[in-house]
């Protein structure tokens, strides 16, 4: 094992046990840091208030402090640095604050780094907001957000949880914001003045800090006291306005291509040697960012779309627009360049990509994979480390299945026999399409097709022709929504009241993260207009489900909770109106198709992309 400088930097990884949402910080601490200093690190980066005894734990050796109780066979701390227990990558200690409550935190090492006076102390990043002091551990932690979770949904609770949660003014799934990061630097480079002052974070450096954290007050916040009244239906909330809506919780996911199998390598190891081969052609400069070309399915008969960029020497890449969203992209794209905003973006795009960067560009898991597939890393030069990126509808960019491999695959093989077409042309002009504002969308789009009987792979096969585009009908159908047979006799059997409801839904403009990335998730809420109650929003990140499909699940969810059906829906799209019509007709609920939501509006109204 080589051994650690003296002045080296471990960036660690803090993880509070037993909590989900996870809860965690990354912070940069000097090796030699002793326990009692990498102590107040952690309650700063984390944001407990210190006012509980604490211990480290290594390898079965309690460290403590040095005023603590009778610990037995316990460890002074104040002698122990942290290098002296961890000395290598993935090595871990574990941290106990506040005995009663039991606050278990994982400490790992995840990196070590060179010495650099400039940022011996640092946090990096983190999730989640710390839970408050004395609620009874990760266990009482735990039981408060489903009790404020019930608040939410409009439940009732008993005088006592009620007080709880107005006690430690809780706020489920608070983040660690980048004001928050900042804070904790702030409180760094004071600890750092401090040490630099009195011989460092080492043993028999600086003598701990005194008043540098706030004293623990407790004692319940009014507002969210004002905000819990209105959420259980004991206060009158303000006229079209609602309170907080549940947000989705986000789970730990493996990091990008941290679980490749050997299959899978392979995959990934051959659409990086494609990319490099056509890296090697240049091919932005034969083709501009418009001079696009399709690829027709050989199963479904849509139509994918092939764009190179970098002509314009900004971003350099090849990329493979998925039917059956591709034609329509390219429909306003091409109708209006320059001018697609980025909502639209995310809403239309299907693209698998091949970015060309430069090594600074590339993400942690970019540089991971290409340890992971044994990929040669590239000759210096600008713009030549291959990046992959996936963009799908109500996605953003993120790293790519090896499943979605084969598409990118074949668009850069086609692409390099485009090239080679275009070379050889007797009229190479033909083959470009640089938009015309005046002249409208191309008739036509050279499209490669293939011959019955050939392969996909064999590429010398596939046939390049004009083929006529109908851009006006080139969107994907939007098909209603059809319940089951069953979830529409389960509902039509209830009873009916005699009330209103609105029922809408709109695209989140936050994203929630999944285990395929980040996704704008579908909220629906269902309300009664008559008596309004606090919203039971109802939250999809599938993919898979239309807009349509979440405002039949939120209905059902809503109905059911109720064990009753309104006389009366109003929607404002004609898909859920034709989405609702059969359960409409079969349970004798009216429904009504409006050009406004008015109670629902003054939520949606403020969040982008209203439906």
């Known amino acids: 094992m080589r051994s650690i400088a003296a002045d080296a930097r471990y960036q660690i990884r803090i993880q509070l046990d037993n909590v989900r949402p996870p809860i965690w910080r990354e912070v940069i601490v000097p090796a030699n840091i002793s326990l009692p200093w990498l102590h107040e690190v952690i309650q700063e980066a984390m944001g407990w208030l210190d006012c509980h005894l ?46 009663g409550d039991g606050w278990e935190h994982a400490v790992s090492v995840k990196k070590i780094l060179p010495p650099d006076a400039s940022e011996p102390l640092s946090c990096l990043k983190g999730k989640g907001a710390c839970p408050p002091e004395d609620c009874g551990g990760p266990w009482g932690y735990m039981d408060l957000c489903a009790l404020l979770e019930s608040v939410r949904k409009g439940k009732r609770l008993s005088e006592e949880d009620r007080e709880r949660l107005q006690w430690f003014a809780l706020e489920i799934d608070d983040s660690f914001a980048p004001e928050d990061l900042e804070d904790v630097n702030e409180s760094f480079e004071k600890m750092q003045k401090h040490v630099a002052a009195g011989g460092g974070f080492g043993v028999g450096g600086a003598p701990l800090p005194e008043g540098v954290f706030k004293p623990y007050e407790g004692g319940a916040d009014e507002d969210f006291g004002e905000i819990l009244g209105e959420l259980s239906g004991e206060a009158e909330p303000p006229e079209a306005e609602f309170p907080l809506f549940e947000e989705s919780t986000e789970e730990e996911f493996p990091e990008p291509y941290s679980e490749l199998g050997s299959a899978e390598c392979v995959a990934f190891k051959a659409a990086m040697a494609g990319a490099v081969e056509l890296r090697e052609q240049e091919p932005w400069k034969t083709l501009h960012d418009c001079d ?13 779309v092939v764009s190179v960029l970098g002509a314009v020497k900004e971003v350099f890449s090849v990329q493979v627009h998925r039917a059956p969203y591709a034609l329509g992209f390219w429909r306003e794209a091409l109708s209006e360049p320059g001018e697609m905003d980025t909502g639209a973006v ?21 540089l991971a994979l290409y340890e992971r597939i044994a990929f040669k890393t590239p000759p210096r030069g600008r713009k030549r ?72 792979s064999e590429t010398e096969k596939w046939v390049l022709s004009d083929v006529a ?125 409006v050009k406004s939501l008015p109670l629902l509006g003054a939520l949606f109204q403020s969040m982008a992309g209203g439906m």
């Not at 995310?346 to 091949?354: Q, V």
Request: charged letters at 25%.
């Open 346 to 366: 995310l809403h239309r795009a299907s693209i698998i990509e091949a970015e060309f960067c430069n090594k600074a560009e590339m993400d942690e898991p970019d």
């Open 385 to 456: 480390w291959v990046r992959l990126r996936t963009y799908r509808p109500r996605t953003f960019p993120w790293f790519p299945q090896a499943e979605e491999l084969s598409q990118l695959g074949l668009g850069m093989r086609l692409c390099r026999r485009y090239l080679e077409l275009v070379a050889t042309a007797e009229d190479p002009g033909s083959f470009l399409m640089e938009p015309d504002a005046e002249k409208g969308l191309p008739p036509s789009l050279k499209v490669f097709r293939l011959p019955n009987g050939a392969k996909p």
């Open 469 to 593: 585009i109908h851009w006006e009908s080139c969107e994907p159908p939007r098909v209603p929504y059809e319940p089951s047979e069953f979830e529409l006799h389960q509902l039509a059997e209830l009873p009916k009241e005699p009330s209103v409801w609105e029922l809408g839904a709109i695209f989140l403009p936050s994203p929630a993260m999944t285990a395929t990335g980040p996704v704008l998730p579908v909220l629906a809420i269902a309300l009664e207009v008559t008596l309004p109650h606090p919203p039971q929003p109802y939250l999809s990140t599938n993919l898979e489900a239309s807009p349509t499909q979440v405002l039949w699940e939120c209905l059902k969810e809503r109905v059911l909770d109720a064990e009753a059906l309104p006389s009366e829906i109003h929607v404002s799209t004609d898909a859920a109106e034709a989405t609702l019509k059969e359960f409409a007709e079969l349970a004798g609920v009216k429904v009504r198709r």
């Open 54 to 99: 604490h211990q480290f734990v290594h390898q079965g050796t309690y460290y403590v402090t040095e005023t603590g109780e009778d610990w037995g066979d316990g460890v002074d701390e104040a002698g122990v640095s942290l290098g002296q227990l961890l000395k290598k990558v993935g090595d871990k200690l574990s941290y106990e604050y506040d005995f």
């Open 292 to 304: 696009i070309f399709g690829i027709e399915d050989p199963e479904t008969g849509g139509i994918h």
